[in-house]
C-alpha cells in the first residue's frame, strides 16, 4: 500500500504552543499518595516525594501541571492543606469516596513542581467554593501585598510569591456527577464574577472557564455558548475533556477516534469565533483542552477498592499497544490544531489512568502511551506545518475513509529540523510512503524511532515493555523524496536536517 505525503516548510498552521506537552496530577486513587508522595520510599527527597517517578516525569518536558483535580476540585477547600501537617484534617473526598488526609497540600505541590522545573496549572473550586475563596487562594499564591493570605504563605516559609499564571475556573461544571454541578447560566455568572475578581487581585494571570465536560454531552454546544455570553471577556481559554474507549474490541474504529476529536477542536473553536464576532470583539479566547487519554479498561478489568479507605486504588489503566497508537494520533490531532489549542493535559500523569505507574515502597516503571508523548514532547515543537496526506482509507463506525496513516509535521524553533509523526493505522499492512517536502534545499535523516512489532493488547509492566521505541532503518532519500516503509500497526518519528531553507 502507498501512502503519498507533502509537506511543505512554507505552509504553516501555527507556532506550537510548548503548554501543549502538559500533564495532570489530581487527588485521585494513587496519583498523590503513593504515586508522586511517598515519604516511605526509598527515593523520597527531604520532602517526602519520589526521586524515581520525578526521573520518569523529567524527560516529558512538561510545561504544565493542572492540580488538584479534576472533580475531586468541587469539593477542596485548599485551606486543609496547608500549614503544618500534623493540623490539617481528614476529610471525606465526595469525589472519589476515598479519605483525603492532606498531607499533600498547594505549597507542597507548588515546590514539587519547582523542583521538577515545570509551572503549574492551578484550580479554583467553584463548586463548594465561591468568588472569594477563589481569590484568597491566589492571594495565597500570587499575593505580593502584606495581606492575610500572602502573610499566611510567608509565615507557612514561602517568601517569594509562587506566581503561577494558569488558573482554571472550576472543573466540569456541567456533569451530574460533579460535587455542586450547575446549569450554564449558574456557572457563566459565577465564573464571570470569579475571573473578575481574579483579574482585579492579579491582572498577569490567564484564565480557564469549563467547556463541557465530554463531546456527547446532551448540552454540548448550547452550554460552550451559554458560558461564553457570560465570560467572554474576562476568560483567555476553554475547556475541552475527552477520553476514549475501546470496549467492543473494535480496533480499526478505536484507532479512529482522534478523527472525532478533530472535529470537536474545529466545532469548539467555531462556537469561540462566533462570540467573538458576535460581540466584534478584539479579544481572543483559545481552546485548552486539559484533559485527553483513553480511559476504560479498569472499569471492566479493575478490582473495586472499598470506599472511603486511603489510598483508595482506582482506575489504574494498563495501556496497550493500541492505545499507544491512539495516544500519537491524538498528539498530531493537537499539533494540526496548534492555530487554535494552546494548552493540552495529557490526564494524568502518575498511577490513575497514567503513562507512570508505582509499586507502593517498589518499582517505578512507563506504559506504552509514555513514548508517543516523550518523544513529541521533545522533537514537535516550534511551527506545526501544514500535512497533506493522500493515504488508503479504510471504512469503520467512525468514518467512511479513514486514512491508514495519521500525521503531524513541525518545524524547530531554530529552523534546522522537521520532526515528523506518523502512525499506521493499518493492523496487518505496511505502507510505502513517498515524503515530499516542498521549500527545501537540503535533507537529511537524523534520527528515526519507532514503536512497532507488537499486537494490540500488548501492555507493558514493572518487568517487561513490549512496547518500546527502537531505531528504526526502513527509509531512503531518491530524487528528493523520502521512502519510509511504515511497519504494520506502529508509530513512527522521523527527524529530518533542513540544510537550507528555499526561499517563497
Ligand atoms: O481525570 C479523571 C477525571 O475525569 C477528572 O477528575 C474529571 O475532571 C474527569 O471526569
Given amino acids: 500500500m502507498t501512502t503519498q505525503i507533502r509537506i511543505d516548510a512554507q505552509a504553516r498552521i501555527a507556532a506550537i504552543d510548548d503548554r501543549i506537552y502538559s500533564s495532570f496530577i489530581e487527588h485521585m486513587g494513587r496519583a498523590v499518595y503513593t504515586g508522586i508522595y511517598e515519604p516511605e520510599h526509598e527515593s523520597a527527597d527531604a520532602f517526602g516525594f519520589r526521586q524515581d517517578v520525578m526521573e520518569m516525569i523529567r524527560p516529558l518536558n512538561l510545561a504544565n501541571i493542572r492540580y488538584p483535580g479534576g472533580n475531586f476540585l468541587s469539593g477542596y477547600n485548599w485551606l486543609d ?8 484534617p481528614v476529610r471525606p473526598d465526595l469525589a472519589w469516596f476515598a479519605l483525603e488526609p492532606n498531607l499533600v497540600g498547594t505549597d507542597e505541590f507548588l ?33 505580593t501585598l502584606p495581606t492575610q493570605y500572602a502573610n499566611l504563605r510567608r509565615a507557612n516559609g514561602h517568601a517569594k510569591p509562587y506566581g503561577v499564571k494558569l488558573w482554571c475556573l472550576g472543573n466540569e461544571m456541567d456533569g451530574p456527577w460533579q460535587i455542586c454541578a450547575k446549569t450554564a447560566d449558574e456557572y457563566g455568572r459565577i465564573a464571570c464574577e470569579s475571573a473578575k475578581m481574579m483579574k482585579w487581585l492579579d491582572p498577569s494571570i490567564e484564565l480557564v472557564a469549563c467547556g463541557s465536560s465530554y463531546r456527547t454531552m446532551p448540552t454540548f454546544g448550547t452550554w460552550e455558548k451559554t458560558v461564553l455570553e457570560h465570560c467572554y471577556p474576562y476568560i483567555d481559554y476553554l475547556s475541552l475533556h475527552q477520553y476514549y474507549q475501546n470496549n467492543d474490541g473494535d480496533v480499526p474504529s478505536f484507532l479512529a477516534r482522534s478523527v472525532e476529536m478533530d472535529r470537536f477542536i474545529r466545532e469548539v473553536a467555531d462556537i469561540t469565533r462566533a462570540e467573538k464576532a458576535r460581540r466584534d470583539s478584539d479579544h481572543d479566547v483559545f481552546l485548552s483542552f486539559d484533559e485527553w487519554n483513553i480511559w476504560y479498561h479498569f472499569q471492566s478489568e479493575g478490582v473495586i477498592p472499598e470506599k472511603w479507605t486511603f489510598p483508595r486504588a482506582i482506575e489504574e489503566e494498563r495501556y496497550d499497544g493500541a492505545d499507544a497508537l491512539l495516544v500519537g494520533c491524538m498528539i498530531n490531532t493537537l499539533l494540526r490544531n496548534a492555530d487554535v489549542v494552546k494548552i493540552a493535559c495529557l490526564a494524568q500523569l502518575v498511577n490513575t489512568i497514567a503513562p507512570i505507574m508505582t509499586e507502593p515502597g517498589g518499582k517505578a516503571w512507563v506504559q506504552t502511551i509514555y513514548y508517543p508523548f516523550l518523544y513529541a514532547s521533545r522533537f514537535g515543537r516550534g511551527t506545526s506545518l501544514n500535512i497533506l496526506i493522500d493515504s488508503p482509507g479504510y471504512a469503520c463506525s467512525v468514518g467512511d475513509a479513514i486514512p491508514s496513516v495519521d500525521g503531524a509535521a513541525t518545524l524547530s524553533k531554530d529552523e534546522n529540523e522537521i520532526a515528523l509523526f506518523l502512525v499506521n493505522r493499518s493492523l496487518t499492512q505496511e505502507q510505502d ?12 535523516v537524523i534520527e528515526c524511532v ?21 531505531e528504526f532503518h526502513h527509509y531512503a532519500s531518491r530524487d528528493g523524496t523520502l521512502h519510509v516503509n511504515l511497519p504494520a500497526f506502529s508509530w513512527t518519528m522521523i527527524r529530518i536536517r533542513i540544510d537550507t531553507l528555499a526561499q517563497p
Fill in 433 to 444: 510512503c513517498e515524503i515530499s517536502l516542498a521549500n527545501l534545499c537540503a535533507m537529511r
Fill in 111 to 143: 515546590q514539587w513542581c519547582e523542583r521538577l522545573g515545570t509551572s503549574a496549572m492551578l484550580g479554583v473550586n467553584l463548586g463548594t467554593g465561591t468568588p472569594q475563596s477563589a481569590c484568597d487562594l491566589l492571594e495565597y499564591v500570587n499575593g
Fill in 81 to 88: 492543606g496547608i500549614g503544618p501537617k500534623e493540623d490539617r
Fill in 450 to 470: 519507532t514503536l512497532c512489532g507488537f499486537s494490540a493488547g500488548s501492555r507493558n509492566t514493572a518487568d517487561t515493555a513490549p512496547v518500546h521505541p527502537a
